[in-house]
């Protein structure tokens, strides 16, 4: 069954920012599970998000995910 939520992983040290994913999984802990067992956890803590219902997803401007984002990817969402 494929999971019906997209999630955005950001994950940190307190050195800094490790990277981004986007992720399906029904919840944050099942997401994390994904990223896990697709090997694109880059370690460090993480806060996650549920943007299955962001615009960039609905009218699919952004439609790739269970992959680890690029820089420029990140600074389009507005994030840094």
Do not use: C, H
Request: glycine share 14%; charged share 25%; net charge positive.
């Amino acid at each position: 069954m494929i999971a019906k939520r997209i999630w955005w992983l950001s994950f940190a040290t307190e050195k800094g920012n490790l990277g981004v994913v986007v992720v399906r999984g029904n919840t944050m802990r099942d997401a994390m599970g994904r990223a896990w067992a697709l090997g694109i956890n880059p370690g460090g803590e993480v806060q996650g998000y549920d943007i299955t219902r962001s615009p960039k997803i609905a009218d699919g401007s952004f439609s790739t995910t269970e992959r680890k984002l690029s820089a420029e990817e990140i600074a389009r969402w507005g994030g840094r």
